[in-house]
């Protein structure tokens, strides 16, 4: 998070990363780099969400990631306990304050997308970008990677992030008709709300008198 | 095709091509055929094939570790505890917990094996066994009985293949 | 009443779901699907034709949608792993081979390499699976009915190998955080070795058969061709691209993974792009891959196939980016998290996809019959689109 400071960082990013952070810094320029972090070996720069654009141009030009692997988005937010009043559900157990992950976020909503090199063995960068939390949105890349258009309909439609530029945000996997942004972590699963959990049923009475009221 | 190959050269080219394929048709033609007309003859599925789960009653101690473990809420436990007479002479009445209910519901399970592996007490089993298809979903709903049944068609586990580590003692 | 919305000005009359035809200015919209058998599955293709060639298309998915990103938040590890492998059921167990290696990253562990050596086997007989099934289907959809059958019947070997070893023909779920469910069975070395002879053979007959049919070579021959730098901008990945000349395998150049670095293989690229660049490559790989499986039998280590994991698997804070070459392509999982026993979130990238994606641009002037060949070489899993 914010304590994270690019020196500490630094400190514990390998040489190539860091070279590779050197270059990127150096396209985009220095300013519209957040925050960069090291996530098991693979190199995480937040850019800012005016440089979103800019940063795709630098990666499909200057830096050589010609092939765009994904674009998606992440909400942040811890997701509500459901199913509370037994104080035990299947699903595992978040922690219940918002925290955020490599290269942190300044808000709720973010989008990523990880770039790579199909010339230059093992590269890759993975960018984040933060969003406004009251109507995320960001510039779209489709101009810039074609491939981009079905991965951000896709963003669209799930998390509710707006792309600024995209030629036409339509519902990619869901009806028309459909209401919601489901990976938001406020949108319930109804699988899992509609149905008791099973494994909630009270299996062991107690031994003695109890058996026989359990057995009427 | 450039203009240097002639139509000849194509045509002989094109024929190659035809009876090679042809070769291949045939040849194959003449070798036995390899499906099984199923109803009739049957193959045995692998022993390791995961086909239904059997359930060994006695072993059973209703922890619900299965019915928690599994992805897609489809065990069905229920069961009370009873007072048993002692192992052994002279101590004390034994608590045990006795299945009332057992269901796993088929047309739920996704045949991931999660509930065999975390029973500690090892009381579910797979079978290869599949011809259980119904005409109805409900009827898909096996209860601990049926799933009791399925325990005679549980087959012994084989030997492992060469160079895999012999398991000490747990 | 259209069900999915379709912007106007892209699609104008676009076609009904329950008309399959409609004039619109003189040119025509023909609606392939959802419920064709072309397109494997549920995948419905919208395309405005001129006479017999296409001017625009429109690619509309999402029928077999299970919203597996959402499932994955609700799941503790072991329990995903069964789940992702139902992704891209042709090849499941290499979809499940990524996401255990990333909670293995996060977590710091490593599987003994005699798990990684049967890893490494699985996921070639999968891929093996996967392309057998494409080198029959491919000459269906050109018009021979004859290699359908052949891809059927050695594809069944292989899944014979994988379901005797695994428990399960399609959904193996074999993997565990930190190794493997289980060793080998007895015999099994033996008779996989006797499989992927078999499989080496059948390659030969689909050369003889297929390949070098001149009828299939007509209809695929600079047919839906995909200039390398436009299809990897557009992610297309595997061996669509390698079909394109873009010499990029994952098992070689991504970060190492298995053990794909002590083999001897190499990989196949061809330069056309076109749809019957695409048949050759697989085909050439499905023998490649056949000799690493033989090459992996014999220098199978032995040993544990598990690490000691705790009982209760949880996952450090922190993310991690995993892709690997799977037999349609990239297939990756960002998994985020936070510590507790499941993910906070998962992001699937699927190859198909992305594959598919390109769609669009490349039917643009291509004849109405070539639509169904240059789909079938794309080769994509619905499931694997729709996730
Ligand atoms: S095999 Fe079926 S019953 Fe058992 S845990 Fe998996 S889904 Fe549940
Ligand atoms: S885990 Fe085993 S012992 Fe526990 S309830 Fe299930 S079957 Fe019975």
């Known amino acids: 998070m914010s304590e994270n400071t690019e020196v500490e960082v630094g400190a514990t990013m390998s040489p190539e990363n860091l070279e590779l952070l050197g270059r990127v810094s150096a396209a985009l320029g220095a300013e519209a780099i957040i925050e960069s972090a090291q996530a098991v070996g693979d190199l995480v720069v937040r850019v800012a969400n005016a440089s979103w654009r800019e940063a795709a141009k630098a990666c499909r030009g200057a830096l050589g990631f010609n092939y765009?692997?994904?674009?998606?988005?992440?909400?942040?937010?811890?997701?509500?306990?459901?199913?509370?009043?037994?104080?035990?559900?299947?699903?595992?157990?978040?922690?219940?304050?918002?925290?955020?992950?490599?290269?942190?976020?300044?808000?709720?909503?973010?989008?990523?997308?990880?770039?790579?090199?199909?010339?230059?063995?093992?590269?890759?960068?993975?960018?984040?970008?933060?969003?406004?939390?009251?109507?995320?949105?960001?510039?779209?890349?489709?101009?810039?990677?074609?491939?981009?258009?079905?991965?951000?309909?896709?963003?669209?439609?799930?998390?509710?992030?707006?792309?600024?530029?995209?030629?036409?945000?339509?519902?990619?996997?869901?009806?028309?008709?459909?209401?919601?942004?489901?990976?938001?972590?406020?949108?319930?699963?109804?699988?899992?709300?509609?149905?008791?959990?099973?494994?909630?049923?009270?299996?062991?009475?107690?031994?003695?008198?109890?058996?026989?009221?359990?057995?009427? | 095709m450039g203009n240097n190959v002639s139509k000849k050269d194509a045509f002989a080219k094109h024929?190659?091509?035809?009876?090679?394929?042809?070769?291949?048709?045939?040849?194959?033609?003449?070798?036995?055929?390899?499906?099984?007309?199923?109803?009739?003859?049957?193959?045995?599925?692998?022993?390791?094939?995961?086909?239904?789960?059997?359930?060994?009653?006695?072993?059973?101690?209703?922890?619900?570790?299965?019915?928690?473990?599994?992805?897609?809420?489809?065990?069905?436990?229920?069961?009370?505890?009873?007072?048993?007479?002692?192992?052994?002479?002279?101590?004390?009445?034994?608590?045990?917990?006795?299945?009332?209910?057992?269901?796993?519901?088929?047309?739920?399970?996704?045949?991931?094996?999660?509930?065999?592996?975390?029973?500690?007490?090892?009381?579910?089993?797979?079978?290869?066994?599949?011809?259980?298809?119904?005409?109805?979903?409900?009827?898909?709903?096996?209860?601990?009985?049926?799933?009791?049944?399925?325990?005679?068609?549980?087959?012994?586990?084989?030997?492992?293949?060469?160079?895999?580590?012999?398991?000490?003692?747990? | 009443?259209?069900?999915?919305?379709?912007?106007?000005?892209?699609?104008?009359?676009?076609?009904?779901?329950?008309?399959?035809?409609?004039?619109?200015?003189?040119?025509?919209?023909?609606?392939?699907?959802?419920?064709?058998?072309?397109?494997?599955?549920?995948?419905?293709?919208?395309?405005?034709?001129?006479?017999?060639?296409?001017?625009?298309?429109?690619?509309?998915?999402?029928?077999?949608?299970?919203?597996?990103?959402?499932?994955?938040?609700?799941?503790?590890?072991?329990?995903?792993?069964t789940l992702i492998n139902r992704i891209d059921w042709l090849s499941s167990f290499a979809n499940e081979v990524p996401f255990v290696h990333a909670a293995e990253q996060l977590m710091g562990i490593e599987a003994p390499p005699r798990a990684e050596y049967i890893r490494t086997a699985l996921t070639e007989l999968s891929r093996i699976a996967t392309f057998l099934l494409f080198l029959g289907e491919m000459g269906l959809q050109v018009g021979a009915i004859t290699p359908a059958f052949y891809g059927f019947r050695d594809r069944e070997y292989v899944l014979n190998a994988i379901e005797s070893a695994t428990g399960g023909r399609f959904h193996p779920n074999f993997n565990r955080i930190g190794g493997l469910k289980d060793d080998l069975p007895w015999g099994w070395i033996a008779e996989t070795r006797e499989?992927?002879?078999?499989?080496?053979?059948?390659?030969?007959?689909?050369?003889?058969?297929?390949?070098?049919?001149?009828?299939?070579?007509?209809?695929?021959?600079?047919?839906g061709i995909i200039p390398a730098e436009l299809g990897a901008s557009y992610g297309v990945s595997g061996s669509n691209l390698r079909a394109s000349g873009v010499d990029w395998d994952l098992r070689r150049d991504g970060k190492p993974y298995l053990v794909y670095n002590d083999l001897d293989w190499k990989v196949w690229t061809h330069s056309d792009g076109d749809s019957f660049a695409r048949y050759w490559v697989r085909?050439?790989?499905?023998?490649?891959?056949?000799?690493?499986?033989?090459?992996?039998?014999?220098v199978m280590p032995s040993g544990p196939v598990m690490t000691k994991v705790p009982k209760i698997i949880k996952v450090p804070e922190g993310e991690v980016w995993v892709n690997t070459e799977n037999p349609l392509g990239e297939m990756g999982y960002y998994v985020i998290s936070k510590g507790a026993t499941g993910p906070f979130r998962v992001k699937i990238r699927t190859a198909s996809l992305s594959n598919v994606s390109i769609a669009p641009w490349l039917l643009r002037g291509v004849y109405l019959p070539d639509i169904i060949t240059v789909l079938a070489s794309l080769y994509f899993i619905l499931g694997d689109i729709d996730k």
């Open chain 1, 68 to 216: 765009l692997s994904f674009i998606g988005g992440i909400d942040w937010m811890p997701a509500p306990v459901v199913g509370g009043e037994a104080g035990d559900t299947s699903s595992p157990v978040q922690p219940a304050e918002q925290t955020y992950g490599a290269a942190g976020s300044a808000g709720r909503f973010q989008v990523f997308a990880r770039v790579a090199s199909t010339s230059v063995p093992r590269s890759g960068l993975t960018l984040k970008v933060d969003l406004d939390e009251e109507s995320p949105a960001v510039d779209s890349w489709v101009s810039i990677y074609p491939g981009a258009d079905w991965h951000e309909r896709e963003t669209w439609e799930m998390l509710g992030i707006g792309f600024n530029g995209h030629p036409s945000l339509r519902h990619l996997y869901l009806p028309a008709e459909f209401e919601g942004n489901p990976l938001r972590k406020d949108f319930p699963l109804l699988a899992r709300e509609v149905k008791p959990w099973p494994g909630l049923v009270n299996v062991e009475p107690m031994p003695g008198e109890d058996v026989e009221e359990e057995a009427e």
């Open chain 3, 283 to 298: 085909l050439q790989e499905t023998r490649e891959s056949a000799r690493m499986v033989l090459q992996l039998l014999d």
């Open chain 2, 15 to 170: 024929l190659k091509g035809m009876l090679g394929g042809l070769r291949v048709t045939l040849r194959t033609m003449l070798k036995p055929a390899v499906t099984v007309q199923y109803p009739h003859e049957q193959e045995a599925p692998p022993t390791r094939a995961r086909g239904v789960i059997a359930l060994l009653e006695e072993n059973c101690t209703v922890c619900m570790l299965c019915a928690r473990q599994c992805p897609d809420w489809c065990i069905y436990i229920e069961g009370h505890k009873e007072k048993r007479p002692a192992r052994r002479e002279g101590g004390k009445d034994r608590t045990v917990s006795v299945l009332d209910r057992f269901d796993i519901d088929y047309a739920l399970c996704m045949y991931c094996g999660i509930c065999v592996e975390v029973c500690p007490f090892d009381a579910l089993h797979w079978s290869p066994e599949f011809e259980y298809s119904e005409s109805s979903i409900a009827h898909l709903l096996h209860d601990k009985d049926k799933l009791g049944e399925w325990e005679a068609t549980v087959p012994v586990a084989e030997p492992l293949e060469i160079g895999a580590e012999v398991k000490g003692k747990k």
């Open chain 3, 195 to 223: 499989s992927m002879r078999k499989v080496l053979k059948s390659c030969d007959e689909f050369e003889d058969l297929v390949v070098s049919n001149p009828i299939f070579q007509k209809r695929t021959r600079g047919i």
């Open chain 3, 1 to 81: 009443m259209p069900k999915f919305e379709v912007d106007p000005a892209v699609h104008r009359g676009l076609a009904d779901a329950r008309l399959n035809v409609e004039i619109d200015n003189g040119d025509m919209i023909l609606n392939l699907g959802p419920q064709h058998p072309a397109t494997h599955g549920t995948l419905r293709l919208v395309v405005r034709l001129d006479g017999e060639r296409v001017v625009a298309s429109d690619v509309v998915i999402g029928y077999m949608h299970r919203g597996y990103e959402k499932l994955t938040e609700y799941r503790t590890y072991p329990q995903i792993t």
